[in-house]
């Protein structure tokens, strides 16, 4: 049984940083894409960042680039979203997310996921 837990959300002033945590358990999961997606109040859910758990590649969502990063520890099983100078338009529920059997590319679309954690609260105030 595959769990993904986020921690680390919170309330921060714009400019300010905050890093996200996703626990991934049930599965060894250097087969897959991980990625985090947010949902806003009000509006659907988009994708921020994808990475392969092995490997370097990366995939941001234009909105995004230069400011955050994407990045995972194989000790800890964790995939973790460092988000800095953040910006009101951040604010969102933020889900990780895991996708298995992607041969190629990072998926931006959440149909492509398999497996979703119960998501963390990102408020950043102006």
């Given amino acids: 049984q595959v769990q ?12 300010g940083s905050l890093r996200l945590s996703c626990a991934a358990s049930g599965r060894t999961f250097s087969s897959y894409v991980m990625a985090w997606f947010r949902q806003a109040p009000g509006k659907e859910r ?3 960042a994808a990475r392969r758990w092995s490997g370097g590649s990366t995939n941001y969502a234009d909105s995004v680039m230069g400011r955050f990063t994407i990045s995972r520890d194989n000790a800890k099983n964790t995939v973790y979203l460092q988000m800095n100078n953040l910006k ?27 497996y979703w954690g ?5 408020t950043v105030s102006s």
Wanted: proline share 4%; hydrophobic share 35%.
């Fill in 118 to 122: 119960q998501g963390t609260q990102v």
């Fill in 88 to 114: 009101p338009e951040d604010t969102a529920v933020y889900y990780c997310a895991a996708a298995l059997k992607i041969s190629a590319g990072l998926p931006s679309t959440g149909d492509r996921y398999n």
């Fill in 4 to 15: 993904l837990v986020e921690s680390g959300g919170g309330l921060v002033q714009a400019g």
């Fill in 46 to 48: 988009e994708f921020v």
